[in-house]
Nanobody, 115 residues
Framework: QVQLVESGGGLVQAGGSLKLSCTAS????????MSWYRQAPGKERELVAD????????NYADSVRGRFTISRDNTKNTLYLQMNKLHPEDTAVYYC????????WGQGIQVTVSS
C-alpha cells in the first residue's frame, strides 16, 4: 500500500535550520509530482513547496522562497525540504503529499521554531 513517512522535524531556535525527509513506498515515486504542506494551529493547511517528477520545476510559497529548498532523490524514493533561516512563524505540522490520481498525505511531522 502507499505510504509516506516524514522525518527530521523537531525544535530549533529562530535562525536555525532543519531538513525534512519523506520516504515513499507502494507506488512509482519517480512518476509523480510531490509537495510539502504545513498547518499551523488554528490555520488552514497551506502549500509550502512542490516539485515535479524529474526535478526541473519547483514552486514555493512567497513566505518561504529563498529560505527553503525542495528536492527529491528518485533513486531513494525520498523527498526533502531544507529549511534555513527559520522563523517562529514557520512553526507548524509539515506534511508530505504525493499527487497521485488523488492526493495522498503523510502523517505529518512537528516543526517548532522558538524565538
Amino acid at each position: 500500500q502507499v505510504q509516506l513517512v516524514e522525518s527530521g522535524g523537531g525544535l530549533v531556535q529562530a535562525g536555525g535550520s532543519l531538513k525534512l525527509s519523506c520516504t515513499a513506498s507502494g507506488f512509482t515515486f519517480s512518476w509523480w509530482r510531490m509537495s510539502w504542506y504545513r498547518q499551523a494551529p488554528g490555520k488552514e493547511r497551506e502549500l509550502v513547496a512542490d516539485i515535479n517528477s524529474n526535478s526541473d520545476r519547483t514552486n514555493y510559497a512567497d513566505s518561504v522562497r529563498g529560505r527553503f529548498t525542495i528536492s527529491r532523490d528518485n533513486t531513494k524514493n525520498t523527498l526533502y525540504l531544507q529549511m534555513n533561516k527559520l522563523h517562529p512563524e514557520d512553526t507548524a505540522v509539515y506534511y508530505c503529499c504525493a499527487h497521485l490520481r488523488e492526493p495522498f498525505w503523510g502523517q505529518g511531522i512537528q516543526v517548532t521554531v522558538s524565538s
